[in-house]
């Protein structure tokens, strides 16, 4: 699997680097993974195009977070590697995806909220289509309607109260 | 109205997956284009659907890669990206330790030297310290605490010692305020061991300058008057001075210079002075080479540096002028033409010890 290998290439480069500027082995998995989820939203995008080496990228990628999480940790790097952030005069390669990437996280995190709040047997059913990838039978069988169009109905229920919690609680909030 | 809701749904999947026919897709856009209320629904529906969809996607990829990295980590307990770890703080630790352990050493020997050296003084240093607070200088004042009572004192011990002179044969005494402070009792004593006693005249603490008077009438320091005079105005800086004082029961002399026309703290009442000075010495007279008295110290830096304060003779005259006392300073400058050793016999008849006697 292409994503099994670009990660097992290239965490052994940016491991070593995490560990010497005061991360410890969990650091390493937490950085590395989230670099690669910001990999992935911007390979998702239509005009999606890399201008480097997987690895330049992510290397990057990764010391910018680790960056920003001792900053956020009140404590700073011991130092720099000379090859830190060097990419043409900035100082951070790559920065813009990264807060993009927050960006739609704390979006995503909204959506994980109104979904909680929407109760049984609602989430679960979201859930089970959404995130877990299951068909419309699947879902049938295992919540115990009678054929796969009602358990459509049921969903399009689930989404208009979804949808009324969602951004209900977005114009509440501005 | 349910139902609505639902075609919406059902559209915007269909819309959102491309697959809806290409007649439909034209009646959808001219409905977006006329119906506002509509097109605000629908395009929630859109985005709900495609948040949903792709934090879900996002969901599957993040569980791949926690298996991924639990797969890496169970196959080699050890990574196999072997590096030697320097945590920061640990690191940082390290360096920390051995400048604390600097720190601790140099202070412990520098306590070793100074008790070792000061064996005997040990108790009065914290006396000298306590006499330093209330007097509120950072200096440590120069006074000599006698634990053993002398034989003709007259009062119970617990007692202090200073240094001070003459500034007339009639009795007028000068001497450091923090000497005398909160004394019970005065004595001054010759160097032939004779005690007089002697009451306060006026003072000034912030200079730290204080008049004593010796009670006994009749009573003259030596045959002549006073053979020094009281410098005006400040001694330039470099110039050779020495001192005579009781840091013990002997009188002591020792030489120096001026290192600064100001003293503590920039205090311009003060001189700094290159002089080596020990606890008793307080008020001792600071002397130029002609035989001017051109102040009387009063402080030191530290235990261990020869940086010694003294309150220049400016402090004595303003003292005097601003006091109403019936003073005569001794105006001929007698020691001019001596020689060192002949200065400082002639001194030593006008400088005596101050004892001080507190309840």
């Known amino acids: 699997m292409a994503t099994d290998v670009v990660y097992r290439q290239h965490i052994k480069i940016v491991g070593p680097w995490i560990l010497q500027n005061g991360g410890s082995e969990s650091d390493v998995g937490d950085v590395f993974q989230e670099a690669m989820v910001v990999l992935y939203e911007k390979a998702q995008q239509e005009d999606f195009r890399l201008s480097c080496k997987i690895g330049t990228y992510l290397f990057a990628v990764c010391k910018y977070i680790w960056y920003k999480k001792l900053q956020g940790a009140q404590k700073q790097p011991g130092f720099l590697p000379d090859n830190a952030g060097n990419d043409e005069g900035r100082d951070w390669a790559y920065e813009d995806d990264v807060n993009a990437y927050k960006e739609r996280e704390a979006h995503y995190q909204n959506l994980d909220i109104a979904l909680d709040h929407l109760g049984e047997p609602c989430r679960s059913l979201l859930k089970a289509f959404y995130h877990n990838d299951k068909s419309m039978q699947e879902i049938a069988a295992e919540f115990g309607y009678t054929n796969p169009d009602n358990a459509k109905t049921q969903k399009y229920k689930c989404l208009n109260r979804l949808r009324k919690i969602f951004y209900g609680a977005q114009t509440k909030m501005r | ?359």
């Open chain 2, 1 to 359: 109205m349910i139902s609505r809701d639902f075609n919406n749904w059902q559209l915007a999947e269909a819309f959102k997956a491309e697959m809806l026919p290409a007649v439909e897709l034209a009646a959808l856009q001219t409905r977006l284009e006329t119906d506002p209320v509509f097109a605000t629904e629908f395009h929630e529906c859109v985005r709900m659907i495609t948040a949903l969809n792709e934090s879900g996607k996002q969901k599957q990829f993040r569980n791949m890669l926690v298996n991924i990295h639990h797969d890496q980590t169970e196959k080699s307990t050890k990574p196999n990206w072997k590096v030697r770890t320097i945590p920061l703080r640990t690191h940082y630790l390290r360096t920390g330790a051995v400048a604390a352990g600097i720190a601790l050493l140099t202070t412990l020997s520098t306590f070793w030297i100074v008790t070792h050296n000061e064996k005997k003084r040990s108790s009065q240093y914290s006396l000298l310290k306590r006499e330093l607070e209330t007097i509120k200088r950072s200096q440590s004042a120069i006074i000599r605490n006698i634990n053993t009572p002398q034989n003709t004192t007259p009062v119970a011990p617990a007692n202090f010692s200073g240094t001070g002179f003459a500034i007339s044969n009639d009795g007028y005494f000068v001497t450091n305020y923090h000497v005398t402070e909160g004394a019970d009792s005065v004595y001054i004593q010759n160097k032939e061991g004779e005690y007089f006693k002697a009451h306060l005249v006026t003072f000034d603490k912030t200079s730290d300058v204080a008049i004593l008077k010796v009670q006994q009438s009749n009573f003259r320091f030596s045959k002549g008057e006073v053979p020094y005079t009281l410098a005006a105005n400040k001694k330039t800086l470099g110039s050779k001075v020495f001192t005579l004082g009781y840091p013990q029961d002997e009188i002591v002399y020792n030489e120096g210079y001026i290192s600064s026309k100001n003293g503590f703290l920039g205090d311009s009442m003060q001189y700094r002075l290159e002089i080596p000075a020990v606890p008793g010495q307080s008020g001792a007279p600071v002397v130029d080479n002609s035989g001017n008295v051109i102040g009387l110290i009063t402080g030191k830096e530290s235990e261990s540096s020869g940086t010694t304060y003294a309150v220049s003779t400016k402090a004595i005259h303003r003292l005097i002028a601003n006091s109403d006392l019936k003073l005569k300073l001794p105006k001929a400058n007698k020691l001019s033409k001596l020689n060192r050793e002949q200065q400082v016999e002639k001194l030593e008849l006008y400088t005596y010890s101050v004892k001080v006697y507190k309840r």
